[in-house]
T-cell receptor, first 112, second 115 residues
């Protein structure tokens, strides 16, 4: 079965600092990986996804993620945090072309 | 705004009761998914429908059922409610529902509180 593990349930950064949210996956087949963001009292919004091809994926709001097969990782980064980035972030892998299997989420706090 | 709508936004009910959650997918999307988000279990896939037919089942309890209607809206029925069913229930939709890389678009969720 496929799964993802998000390291760190809570990450705190200062405004302008690098954001790094970690995700490792487990899959016996080539994975299709996603990062979603959930702002308070809202639904989930897709940040970016990896399917095939280029391993560095650019998403919305300045976020990007790099698929590293050797490390089974798909970490999310942003060079400079903004206060508006404070939210919960979920890494997910798709299973059997249907269900998204989510990690437990990482809450990002940004301080001024 | 993802284009997926869910009603109601909030629902408060008592143990033992039955409720129905409604979801309207994005225009043109044939597939609807239901997810449950709780503090204990995180985000869990419940069930998927494609063009009116059940396509995949996840960790959905027998007390829960769903259907997708000819106009493609979907309803999730929760019966014999227990305190532990209190959660945020999300609906998502996608154009086909079978392509591995297909994006699922999420609605704002229905927050259910069972007292």
């Amino acid at each position: 079965a496929q799964s993802v593990t998000q390291l760190g349930s809570h990450v705190s950064v200062s405004e302008g600092a690098l954001v790094l949210l970690r995700c490792n996956y487990s899959s016996s087949v080539p994975p299709y990986l996603f990062w979603y963001v959930q702002y308070p009292n809202q639904g989930l919004q897709l940040l970016l996804k990896y399917t095939t091809g280029a391993t560095l994926v650019k998403g919305i709001n300045g976020f990007e993620a790099e698929f590293k097969k050797s490390e089974t990782s798909f970490h999310l980064t942003k060079p400079s945090a903004h206060m508006s980035d404070a939210a919960e972030y979920f890494c997910a892998v798709i299973q059997a072309g249907t269900a998204l299997i989510f990690g437990k989420g990482t809450t990002l706090s940004v301080s001024s | 705004d993802s284009g997926v709508t869910q009603t109601p936004k909030h629902l408060i009910t008592a143990t033992g009761q039955r409720v129905t959650l409604r979801c309207s997918p994005r225009s043109g999307d044939l597939s609807v998914y239901w997810y449950q988000q709780s503090l204990d279990q995180g985000l869990q896939f419940l069930i998927q429908y494609y063009n009116g037919e059940e396509r995949a089942k996840g960790n959905i309890l027998e007390r829960f059922s769903a259907q997708q209607f000819p106009d493609l809206h979907s309803e999730l029925n929760l019966s014999s409610l227990e305190l532990g069913d209190s959660a945020l229930y999300f609906c998502a939709s996608s154009p086909e529902g079978g392509a591995l890389a297909e994006t699922q678009y999420f609605g704002p969720g229905t927050r259910l509180l069972v007292l």
